[in-house]
């Protein structure tokens, strides 16, 4: 018996003209919320704020009288939902991660400075001292850990830390950022492992107590309680909401009998997500997010009908050669090892489970070695000035590749030529 084909989300322009109503109304609703916590924040000269602090770092600078200063960076974080930076002297205790309150001067900072970040003088008055449970678990991670390194990629993985400047640089030359900061790739994988956990056993308490219920549904409804819950405990980095409001707007489709694989989903998930939370326009994460899954969208798309085998190997590469522009734009690091993010990509499915399980069991440095020897490898990177120009052509090239398939395969060809001109800047 043939099944029923799925439909698609849009189907005519009133449609379009629907979404983008409702887009405008939340947008606006939204914005005007957020403009009404500008004017409390910026009503007087100075502002008590409830906040927790996600980073502290130390820095010096000389100053024009030529002598050297040395104070530590905060990076704060309001109940409120705003962000901002600030500064505290350098013998200031580690905080990180507390929540506080402080006197906030932020008086003169403009409307879209708040939406983006902005930077102001504060004075903490109060610090809880109570240890939080992601506290608790950073600090058991670390006893797990011989090895600074390891112990701050694990945080990373786990708890969505930054990592430290030399950490970075080392992943970025290899090209494998975007497996230690926190995204839809891992909500994907821990999606993914929840299933498997809960099928089975929920299955055999269906059968025997509660056979009319849908196991689907109520699987879905566990898993997607878990990762909230996880989310939430994050502070819910930007790519992690988009990941997250696409597993729930894919299964609502689903079970509506719309098509999932669609541009109109991204497009649906991704106005509303800015519809609710403005902040995301200025976020670098969620774009990179974004561009990641449409790549992936627009592959599957085109080559649906292609063998799974053939999909599965080269979807890959392809969502490597799609994100290297973006890559090379934003942070300009190129290695003779950057193309083995495809390899460690996919290796990096296996890791991550089998890190939580040994973490979970007490054998969480079990990997380190390999960790470690990952680290000591010698890219040899160089810094590739690539113009913005060069991703703005491939931004005009990916839309009209969502109209004609001739312009895929002109994409395709003008990501080519961007890795071969990286590879000629290193050999």
């Known amino acids: 018996m043939a099944s029923l084909e799925r439909v698609e989300l849009l189907s005519s322009r009133k449609d379009y003209l629907y979404l983008l109503t409702l887009f405008i109304l939340l947008f606006t609703t939204s914005l005007s919320y957020e403009y009404y916590k500008y004017k409390q924040l910026t009503k007087f000269d100075s502002q008590l704020v409830d906040a927790t602090i996600l980073k502290q770092y130390t820095k010096t600078k000389v100053t024009k009288k030529g002598k ?29 991660d507390k929540n506080i309150l402080l006197e906030v001067w932020a008086g003169k900072i403009t409307f879209l400075e708040y939406l983006k970040g902005f930077f102001a003088f504060s004075k903490i008055l109060e610090i809880d001292t ?32 930054s990592l430290p400047y030399h950490l970075q640089q080392t992943f970025s030359n290899l090209g494998i950022s975007h497996l230690i900061a926190i995204s839809g790739f891992h909500l994907g994988v821990l999606s993914a492992l929840l299933y498997f ?112 085998l053939w999909q599965f190997l080269l979807l890959p590469f392809w969502v490597y050669l799609m994100m290297l522009p973006y890559s090379l734009v934003i942070f300009g690091n190129f290695s003779l090892y950057h193309p083995l993010s495809i390899l460690w990509t996919s ?13 979970l ?51 395709l060809f003008y990501c080519l030529c961007v890795f071969i001109y990286s590879i000629y800047h290193i050999t």
């Open 130 to 161: 109570k240890s939080s449970i992601k506290e608790n678990i950073t600090t058991a991670i670390t006893q797990a850990h011989a090895e600074n390194d390891a112990s701050a990629i694990y945080q990373a993985l786990y708890l969505a830390k």
């Open 197 to 308: 956990l809960i099928k089975y056993p929920y299955r055999l308490l269906q059968n025997r107590y509660f056979p009319y219920r849908s196991a689907q549904r109520d699987t879905f409804f566990i898993i997607t309680f878990v990762l909230l819950t996880y989310m939430l405990f994050l502070d819910v980095p930007p790519s992690l909401l988009r990941a997250f409001a696409m597993l729930c707007t894919g299964f609502i489709l689903y079970e509506k009998g719309i098509k999932i694989i669609s541009l109109q989903t991204l497009l649906l998930t991704c106005l509303l997500l800015i519809a609710f939370f403005p902040r995301l326009l200025f976020s670098i994460g969620f774009a990179l997010s974004l561009s990641g899954v449409f790549y992936i969208f627009l592959f599957l798309i085109y080559f649906q009908q292609r063998n799974k």
């Open 68 to 96: 050297t200063k040395t104070y530590q960076v905060l990076k704060i974080k309001s109940f409120d939902g705003f962000t901002f930076y600030s500064t505290a002297s350098k013998n200031l205790p580690n905080y990180k």
């Open 361 to 411: 069991i007490g054998f969480g440095d079990l990997l380190d070695s390999l960790l470690i020897s990952l680290l000591q490898l010698n890219p040899h990177a160089v810094k590739i000035a690539v113009p913005n120009i060069v991703l703005y052509g491939e931004i005009f090239l990916s839309l009209l590749a969502v109209f004609k398939k001739e312009a895929l395969y002109l994409l």
């Open 347 to 359: 290796l990096f499915t296996l890791f991550y489970p089998l890190s939580i399980f040994l973490h």
